[in-house]
């Protein structure tokens, strides 16, 4: 036991003093923007490409997917399924929209682009649900390599950039109301930072509502997981198969991803009055540091050469798929 623990702690430490870096960094002028996900992502990867002893394997890889699980459970005590009946009957329609778009869209840009499966769920994961936290729950389900993580990561964080100055300059010139701009800001701008960035950046009022509209997005982490944990379990099975073994039916149950229970039920608790107020802001924060630390530990299992292979085709991917979700969003808006 204390074996394991020693093998896993300096890596961990590495991953935690990466992460207080980034949010230190992430404080600078100009640097919020960004967030200590992302810095925290390329510190992990520049160390990477100078220093890493292989004491720290462990702990890293520890730490980018058991930590990251625990991180993805914490965030639940912050999220509240009576959020969704105050902004459903707003962005219901236009959530299941842009998740179609996303998800059938991006299958098909994936599949002419050559890439595979892994990376082109995540990248439309990050676009369609709620940027970094999505790619984080959903990669563990589907043993995504941590060069994928990295990429969808990286393209999110991209696309957001952009988003959120051109976003209040085109919700003026279309002439969108509050409601509607922050709607629209809160389905089709990625991370919530982002969201928080681009929202009020509009007005108060649609900084607020763009809020709520990203955290109803949020959940809908949880059919996703599900989902990807059962496909993944199916394709596992047909490759084995496909190579001479014996088909037999998928387990649900030995494939579940646990740790979602863990985040619906500190969503369902919260969502009852029974979380303090402090705690619950106690335990989103530790989320937060906690997933900085875990995209550290992915950037110091990620090589820029590793990414360098998969060329732009991941790119291209982001951006054909967060154009058609700005698009279909507005769309639906205006007809809601």
Known sequence: MFTKVFKILPGFITALVIALIAKYAANLPGANLIGASIISLFIGMLINIYWKPAYLTTGLKFTSKKILKFAIILLGASLSISTILTVGKFSLAVMIFTLL??????????????????????????TGICGGSAVAAIAPVVEADDTDIAYAMSATFLF???????????????GLTDMQYGLWAGTAVNDTA???????????????????????RTLSIIPAVLFF??????LKQKQEVQSG????KVNFLTLFPWFIVGFVALAVVNSFGFIPQSVSLGAKD???????????????NTSFKELKKLGMAPMVHGFVVSTLVIIVAIIVIMFI
Do not use: E, H, Q
């Open 101 to 126: 778009t996303c998800f059938g869209g991006g299958y098909f840009i994936g599949k002419s682009l050559g890439l595979n499966w892994k990376l082109s769920n995540l990248i439309s994961a990050g």
């Open 160 to 174: 957001d950039m952009v988003m959120i100055v051109l976003f209040p300059l085109m919700g003026r010139w279309i």
């Open 194 to 216: 982002s969201v928080v960035a681009a929202g009020y950046a509009f007005s108060d009022a649609a900084g607020d509502f763009a809020t709520m509209v990203k955290l109803t």
């Open 229 to 234: 944990a059962y496909l993944n379990a199916t």
């Open 245 to 248: 073994g014996t088909a037999g």
């Open 286 to 300: 530790i989320s937060k540091y906690l997933m900085v630390a875990a995209l550290g530990a992915i950037g110091m």
